[in-house]
């Protein structure tokens, strides 16, 4: 049960690590298209980044350091146990 949950944690880090990595290039995307005066959406994205972005990439960082430990936890107590 506790190997499910841990995988079940990864694959939604992963999910949200490709979520954070599109945010990430359509900002790019969006602000070279402002810099030549064309709408990519940087208005729009500039609205979602504190409702969405921000939270995604708290989410990310803090299930990631919450996975390192668990992972340290274990193997902490895989080398007492043998």
Do not use: C, H, Q
């Amino acid at each position: 049960m506790k190997d499910k949950l841990i995988n079940i944690l990864n694959w939604l880090l992963v999910i949200n690590l490709f979520f954070v990595l599109f945010s990430f290039f359509w900002f790019a995307t969006a602000l070279v298209g402002r810099s030549f005066d064309f709408n990519l959406g940087f208005d729009l994205w500039y609205a979602l980044w504190d409702p969405l972005f921000m939270p995604a990439i708290g989410i990310l960082m803090a299930g990631s350091l919450l996975s390192g430990l668990i992972s340290w936890v274990n193997r902490r107590l895989a080398a007492k146990e043998g």
